[in-house]
């Protein structure tokens, strides 16, 4: 007898095989099931509560998989790439989860019969290859700067499309606009964190503003704020890290003085400290103080008697986007500030948003920004429209930078699908069932499309393999009137880059899955013999 062959610690699972394959494949399958009724304008919204109790409520496929607690390592991967996909573009998140998940679902069966991985994976860079070189090819360019108005009307389509599936579909075209604005108002690098998204509840979702500037809500203020002046043209700003305030001193300081006036000054000094701050403060000339400490009452009325507005404990992001818009430098000692390191704006103003005060600066001269106000119902209805617009504000940005569009609602999938069938006739050998494979894998966009709004999905993909074997290439599902429709003329349509990376990332995420054959899963600690479990027992303690 052979001594067994002990090589990894007691209690470390491993799993190998055809079994573990497909086993990760049917915890993909179960993540897709997750997020496949969110798709298109018609999905569904998800509930999630999570341990805390806080609930969301959300219809983007990358928010659904970060609050799902998922552990299983493969599937782990779909929620990467719905992470990538959200970062890299902002859009397709869900599709992105549901291709990768219908790919390895097609191929399935082969797995079961024995065809080796590593054929699989070659037919699906091969169908990837072909699909990146189609989406190129008829990705429609929109000539850069031709007419402003031209360039709008497409990116106010493409930010209607991404919003046409969420929960504010009813106002796309109004919040259309509104993004487009702010993102034509920034620089030419489009930086994100230029765009301040600020949410008070109360009012209709039609009251949302954007400003054109910084704006945020009003800080806590003491007494004497009352008599500070609300609105300045041509103001100078004191951005600050400093506290404005008399310290409570230590309770068991102990100073020993033999007459009053020596306790006097000791009470002075203090005083005088803080005066000097605030004079040289009046001294540079500022008209609005905004400090990211304390600003305390005798600093607020100190300032309200001389004309002067100011704010503490400022929330660091708003700090800094006041800093880059207006210019100047953050101070942390009151002794040198003069003329060359404040802010300034054409014009500040404090005004009433719904329940809310809120500090707005505007004409700032050094960088562009923006802030979007967003008025609405509940807490989490305005969470996703904050997400929503995040999501139409990537494409945007997108948009511009890589101005190719494809047409959306399924059509592009539909047209990749029968041209990768067409190619998997002109091959011999086991890929060419594969690569026909893949194809079918395409189609699952246009039909959950189907799915979600309740059609008849089968009919529907009949009448799109028809049209597209006739070559209406932009052929794809129309929502509305229930049938199929030319999508690029209903101008449902969509950056190629999204589809590009889409493809890309489900490709590669497949091929990962594919590609493992054995999980081996380390003990937990505390589940291995010797290895912290329960408390041992001391020394020589009867059982």
Known sequence: MQPQILLLKEGTDTSQGKPQLISNINACQSIVDAVRTTLGPRGMDKLIVDSNGKATISNDGATIMKLLDIVHPAAKTLVDIAKSQDAEVGDGTTSVVLLAGEILKQLKGYV???VHPRILIKAIRKSLQLCMEKINEMAVHIEKQSEDDQQRALLEKCAATALSSKLIHQQKDFFAKMVVDAVLSLDDLLPLNMIGIKKVSGGSLEESQLVAGVAFKKTFSYAGFEMAPKSYNNCKIALLNIELELKAERDNAEIR????KEYQKVVDAEWQILYKKLNKIHESGANVVLSKLPIGDVATQYFADRDMFCAGRL???DLKRTLKACGGAVMTTANDINASVLGQCEYFEERQIGSERFNIFQGCPNARTCTLILRGGAEQFLEETERS??????????TIKHDS???GGGAIEMHLSKILRDYSRTIAGKEQLLIAAIAKALEVIP????????FDATNILNKLRQKHAQGGQWYGVDITKEDISD?????VWEPSIIKINALTAAAEAACMILSVDETIKGPKAGDAPGAGGPMGRGMGRPM
């Open 447 to 454: 039909r959950q499309l189907c799915d979600n709004a309740g």
């Open 257 to 260: 003085v033999d007459n009053v």
């Open 112 to 114: 079961e019969e024995g």
């Open 389 to 398: 617009l995040h999501d139409a504000i990537m494409i945007v940005r997108r």
């Open 405 to 407: 569009v494809v047409a």
């Open 315 to 317: 929330p660091e992001e």
């Open 487 to 491: 999508n690029f003329r209903e101008c």
